[in-house]
């Protein structure tokens, strides 16, 4: 099976679905990146992982639905299975949403559905949260609103502030995003109607 990863910016997402695969534990290959940004970070990582690095940046084009219809060209040129958001900070049209639905996927640093949007670590200090987290979901024209595949705790220390947080979340997105993608590309993991379904009928 193939991927493509969407990416805005560092890529640790994306280098923990490269380690992955690396070690034979994502089940498929990821067959290009693509950033809106010329200057991701990510773009240095896939290169160096030999693969497929192309910058499509946004400010070239007249308006959404032109780079999403862009987007959608240099996407399936490489005829994914899978679509990953790792860190692509752009909101998609409902044209793109739709072309792909049910085949695309984003992490996003909360328990959703709590904090859906940006600056989630600051907001969950501001409100005094015990527990963070991040989730991976399937995407939906609701922003960040889609059903949740899988989801991982991080507690709020004594003392944290929004960058201790977010490293610590950070080490839970890098451990949850390529067991998804696995369960994905098994065909273990579905969107189901308004649910997203691990099959688990062969596990023990
Ligand atoms: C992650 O926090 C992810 O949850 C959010 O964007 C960030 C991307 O980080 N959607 P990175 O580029 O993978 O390091």
Redesign the pocket.
């Known amino acids: 099976p193939r991927v493509v990863v969407l990416?805005?910016?560092?890529?640790?997402?994306?280098?923990?679905l490269l380690e992955a695969q690396e070690h034979d534990e994502l089940g498929g290959d990821v067959v290009a990146v693509i950033s809106n940004k010329a200057d991701?970070?990510?773009l240095v990582r896939a290169r160096e992982a030999g693969v497929d690095a192309v910058v499509l940046p946004h400010d070239e084009y007249e308006n959404r639905e032109h780079y999403d219809g862009a987007l959608i060209k240099v996407i399936e040129r490489h005829e994914p299975d899978l679509i990953v958001?790792?860190?692509?900070?752009r909101i998609l049209s409902p044209i793109f949403v739709q072309r792909f639905f049910g085949r695309l996927i984003?992490?996003?640093?909360s328990l959703l559905p709590a904090w859906p949007g940006l600056d989630?670590h600051r907001k969950v200090l501001e409100a005094g949260e015990k527990e963070h987290g991040?989730s991976v979901h399937f995407v939906t024209e609701e922003l960040d609103g889609g059903p949740v595949a899988i989801q991982a705790v991080a507690n709020v220390l004594e003392g944290d502030d929004e960058a201790s947080l977010?490293e610590r979340?950070?080490t839970r997105?890098?451990l949850i995003y390529p067991i998804a993608v696995h369960w994905f590309l098994e065909g273990r993991l579905k969107l189901d109607g308004e649910v997203a379904k691990l099959d688990g009928h062969d596990l023990p």
């Not at 805005?8 to 997402?13: D, F, K, V």
């Not at 958001?85 to 900070?89: E, H, N, P, R």
């Open positions: 990416i805005s910016g560092s890529g640790s997402n994306l280098q923990a991701a970070y990510g958001l790792a860190g692509f900070m984003n992490i996003h640093p989630t991040a977010k979340v950070h997105e890098h």
